[in-house]
């Protein structure tokens, strides 16, 4: 089992940010997308990295913006190498923890409503459908599921 550390990622982490992005998606962001994130202060933007590896590879990524009612998931990718081990699961609990004193911003996302991998995940993390965007994803027209969270209560 790989130890995985999860730290914010900074533009050092684009290389590897884009290699896992290309291996996940048909219409992949580009590198000015992925930039324009790493630098805008309200976005949380977390890498999981392979600890027990020397060279510390990602294994996967988390980019949030804040926006005024909502922390918006724009873009979670696990590397295929990596998947099935909870990658995902880790950094959007990370972004619970960091985003838990917010008490007015729940989370929301928008996922392939063919997805079911990913739709299952969110809700085992308290994530509800709330509608439907028709033809969403520019690459063949596929609606997005909107889910929502309500905001992270601290115990």
């Given at each position: 089992m790989t130890t995985i550390e999860l730290r914010r990622l900074g533009l050092g982490d684009l290389?590897?940010?884009?290699?896992?992005?290309?291996?996940?998606?048909v219409t992949p962001w580009s590198r000015s997308m992925f930039a324009g994130e790493l630098a805008k202060p309200s976005s949380i933007c977390l890498g999981a990295f392979a600890a027990d590896d020397e060279n510390g590879e990602l294994a996967g990524y988390l980019?949030?913006?804040?926006?005024?009612?909502?922390?918006?998931?724009?873009?979670?990718?696990?590397?295929?190498d990596h998947r099935g081990r909870g990658v995902a699961t880790m950094l959007l609990e990370r972004l619970f923890e960091l985003t838990a004193d917010d008490a007015r911003r729940g989370y929301t996302?928008?996922?392939?409503?063919?997805?079911?991998?990913?739709?299952?995940?969110?809700?085992?993390l308290g994530f509800e459908s709330r509608g439907i965007r028709r033809g969403y994803y520019t690459d063949n027209r596929e609606d997005a599921l909107i889910m929502w969270k309500e905001p992270v209560a601290r115990a």
């Open positions: 290389a590897d940010i884009e290699r896992i992005e290309r291996r996940s998606y980019i949030v913006s804040r926006y005024v009612d909502a922390w918006h998931v724009m873009n979670v990718a696990t590397d295929p996302l928008e996922v392939r409503v063919s997805n079911a991998t990913a739709i299952a995940l969110y809700e085992r």
